[in-house]
C-alpha cells in the first residue's frame, strides 16, 4: 500500500526484504535532496545570503523535527552524527571512557562491542555482558546482579536486535539501571523504523539513532544527549563552526549542540531525516505497528511450513527482523541462491559474532520487513526458499 510513495519500487522488481540493513526512501526525501543540491547549495551557519541562510533554517527544522519527534525535552539535546556507529563511539570516547565498567547485552552489534575494545576493555576487564535466557530473553536478574556488583556503570544496550528482531524492554532497562546510579546509553538504530521511542517517557541518557535505518540518506543520524550531560559531555572533535574564540595558545567552545557538530555536516542528509520523520508522522506508527506485526506474523506462519527450518527465537517480543538457518545447509547458499530470484535478504553473521558463536553457528539469514512489504513479498520469498532448498537437495 505504501509502495507508491518510493521511486525505487518503481524502477525495480526485487523483492526488498533487507530493511534491518538500510531501508528504501521515500520520494519526499530524495526530492529534498535534488531541491537542497539544485536550487539552494549552501554551507549553513556560516554565511549571511539567502542561500545560506535557508540551508540553515532547514537544517535546524530537521533537529526541530527529530526533538519533537522522540519527545526531547529541548532542540540542543539533538546532535547530529554520521549515524549510530559514529554516536556510540563519540560517547565511549568522550565520556563513557572514565566509567570502571561498561555493562552491554549478548545481542549487541559490533558497533556497540568494538569502541569498548579500542579503550582495552575485555571480558571482567572493564566490560561486563548480561546473559540470555531461553529465546535470547534478556537476563534481568543477571543485569541486576551485574549492577549490584558494578555500582556507577555505563551501560549501553540495543533496543532492538539487527540480528534477531529481539526487543529489549528498556524502559524496564533504564530505570533499574538508575537504581544502581549508572548512566545509560541506547542504541536505537533499529528502533525509529518500527515503534515510537519518547526519551522523556523512557529517561533515557543517550539515545544513538540512525537515519538510513529510518528512511532518510545514508551518512547522517543522531545522538539525544539528556540536557543535565550536555556540559560534562566533551567535544571529541573540533574544527569549524565548534568554536566561540581562538588564539594561538588557546580556544573557547560554543555550546551544545554546536560544539559538537565539526565541520561541515552532511547537510542535505540532514534536512532529508526531517524529511524522512515528516514522512512517518504522515504514515503514522499506528498504522505501521499493525501492518507489520501482520505482515511478520504471516512472514513466521510461512516459513514454519519449510523443512528443516532452525529458529533462534520465537516471534514473541520480536520486531522486524527474523533469522533463521536450514538444517545441513550454508546459510551464504541459500543467499546466493535466492539473489538470483531477485530477492534481497542478508545472510552471514550481520556484526554480531559473539552472539552467532555463543549459539555455535556461523550466521543465519534474515529476513527483515518494513511498512511497505506485504503478503506478496512474503509469498514470493517462500517460492524463492522452496526453490532453493530443492536444488540444494540435489
Ligand atoms: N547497531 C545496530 C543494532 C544496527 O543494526 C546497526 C546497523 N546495522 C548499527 C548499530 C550501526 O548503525 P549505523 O549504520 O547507523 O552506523
Known sequence: MFKKDFTYFENSDIVYLDNAATTQK??????????????????T????FGDANKATQNYENARKVLKEFINAKNK??????????????????????????????????????????????????????????????????????????????????TH???????????????????????????????????TRVDMQDLDVDFFAIS??????????????????YLKSVKAYQTGGATIDQVDFNSSTL?????????????????????????YLNHVGYENIELIEKDVFNYLNQELEKLPNIIFYNDISDSIGSRSFNFEGLIHDDIGILVDKMKIALRVGHHCAQPIMKDLNIKGTIRVSISFYNDYSDVDKLIVALKRALKMLEN
Not at 83 to 111: C, Q, R
Not at 141 to 150: I, P, Q
Not at 211 to 221: E, I, L, M, N, S
Open 45 to 48: 551557519h556560516r554565511s549571511n
Open 160 to 194: 532492538i536486535s539487527n540480528a534477531f528482531g529481539k526487543i529489549h524492554n528498556i524502559k524496564e532497562i533504564i530505570s533499574l539501571a538508575h537504581k544502581y546510579e549508572a548512566v545509560v546509553m541506547i542504541d536505537g538504530a533499529q528502533s525509529l523504523a518500527h
Open 211 to 228: 537515519g538510513h535505518k529510518t528512511f532518510a540518506p545514508t551518512g547522517v543520524g543522531a545522538i539525544y544527549i539528556k540536557e543535565k
Open 26 to 43: 521515500p520520494k519526499s526525501v530524495v526530492a529534498s535532496q535534488v531541491e537542497y543540491y539544485e536550487k539552494y547549495c549552501a554551507n
Open 254 to 278: 560554543l555550546d551544545a549542540p554546536y560544539k559538537f557538530e565539526a565541520g561541515t555536516q552532511n547537510i542535505a542528509g540532514i534536512i532529508g531525516f526531517g524529511e524522512a520523520l515528516e
Open 76 to 157: 540542543e539535546e539533538i546532535i547530529f552524527t554520521k549515524g549510530v556507529t559514529e554516536s556510540i563511539n563519540f560517547i565511549a570516547s568522550s565520556y563513557a571512557k572514565d566509567f570502571k565498567t561498561i555493562i552491554i547485552s549478548s545481542l549487541e552489534h559490533h558497533s556497540n562491542i568494538v569502541p569498548w575494545h579500542l579503550q582495552g576493555r575485555s571480558l571482567g576487564k572493564g566490560l561486563e555482558v548480561v546473559k540470555y535466557n531461553k529465546n535470547l530473553d534478556f537476563d534481568i536478574e543477571h543485569f541486576e546482579e551485574l549492577l549490584k556488583e558494578n555500582p556507577k556503570s555505563f551501560v549501553s544496550i
